[in-house]
């Protein structure tokens, strides 16, 4: 009789604690609207990279113009330069010093929304072309890229092509925030974890 007695009592108090921690609602699939998950915005979230190809490229066909970087005409540090400040990021004015803007990150892990740097006209390893990623391919290794071309003016460009195949030189990540943003999961009465959340 004791035993079934302490059972009970037993019983009765996991019971009791169970439905104050779900407010009430013993059921973790029924639990109230405020334990939904939220997003935390400390991070530049994928959206935001969409936004600076978007407005990037609106400038589609606006001329080249050397050491300008206006909507009337751009040279190609002064295109990225413009479209970077509009979402607070301050770029040296020259191709070669924007490498410096970022951190250098491999071809093989390139996204959207990187800067790349090509040589120039002369050869050799100098710096002397920038643009910006808008699209990796499958292969991880090419890539698609909005740019001041000296002929088309604001355009996009593949680096397949010839001309900038053999002139690839290296690549940055200005928005450091670029990565899977933090996610804290809440639950009534608990505290709050957090995870990387996926892509």
Request: hydrophobic letters at 30%.
């Amino acid at each position: 009789m004791k035993f079934i007695t302490k059972f009970f009592i037993y019983t009765l108090l996991i019971s009791s604690a169970s439905l104050s921690a779900w407010g009430e609602n013993p059921n973790p699939e029924m639990a109230p609207a405020s334990t939904t998950t939220t997003l935390i915005k400390n991070y530049a979230s994928q959206s935001q990279v969409s936004d600076l190809l978007s407005y990037a490229k609106q400038f589609r066909g606006v001329p080249y113009r050397r050491g300008a970087m206006s909507p009337r005409g751009f040279d190609c540090s002064g295109f990225t330069s413009y479209v970077y400040k509009e979402f607070g990021y301050q770029l040296n004015r020259t191709a070669g010093g924007q490498l410096s803007n970022g951190t250098r990150v491999e071809r093989s892990e390139l996204k959207p929304g990187d800067l790349v740097f090509f040589g120039g006209r002369g050869g050799g390893r100098r710096i002397g072309h920038v643009g910006i990623v808008t699209k990796v391919d499958d292969n991880g290794h090419d890539f698609t890229f909005i740019h001041a071309s000296c002929s088309k003016g604001i355009t996009e460009s593949h680096s397949s092509e010839s001309y900038y195949k053999v002139r690839y030189r290296n690549a940055c990540r200005v928005m450091k925030e670029n990565v899977a943003p933090m996610i804290p999961i809440r639950t009534s009465g608990l505290d709050i974890a957090s995870f990387t959340a996926d892509r």
